[in-house]
């Protein structure tokens, strides 16, 4: 299983960026997928996550309202739109499949994708 993530970039504060993650492999539409993200000298921490039939989504709280999670299953993509980004989103964002456990845990996850920086000026 691959995990390929994209779409990171330098924005402005209050504007938007749409990130992406392609997964090959063994199935994907099974899977509940999540959004991760890390800044500098800290813990991997959630962001989103959704689960295979994409009915459900759950999100941290510090980014409900401005963050979407979503999923198209025929392409075996994952989708994560980020609107009203602030500074303190700046953080390499990860996406990954989860095996089992907690959703907002990141040991849950077995497949990560490489990560898509996301800096954002104040």
């Known amino acids: 299983v691959q995990l390929q993530a994209s779409g990171g970039g330098l924005v402005q504060a209050g504007g938007s960026l749409r990130l992406s993650c392609v997964v090959s492999?063994?199935?994907?539409?099974?899977?509940?997928m999540g959004w991760f993200r890390q800044a500098p000298g800290k813990e991997r921490e959630f962001v989103a996550a959704i689960t295979w039939s994409g009915s459900s989504t759950y999100y941290a709280d510090s980014v409900k309202g401005r963050f979407t999670i979503s999923r198209d299953n025929a392409k075996n993509t994952v989708f994560l739109q980020m609107n009203s980004l602030k500074p303190e989103d700046t953080a390499v964002y990860y996406c990954?499949?989860?095996?089992?456990?907690?959703?907002?845990?990141?040991?849950?996850?077995?497949?990560w994708g490489q990560g898509t920086l996301v800096t954002v000026s104040s």
């Open positions: 492999g063994r199935t994907f539409s099974s899977n509940i």
């Open positions: 990954g499949r989860l095996l089992r456990g907690g959703l907002r845990t990141a040991g849950s996850y077995d497949y």
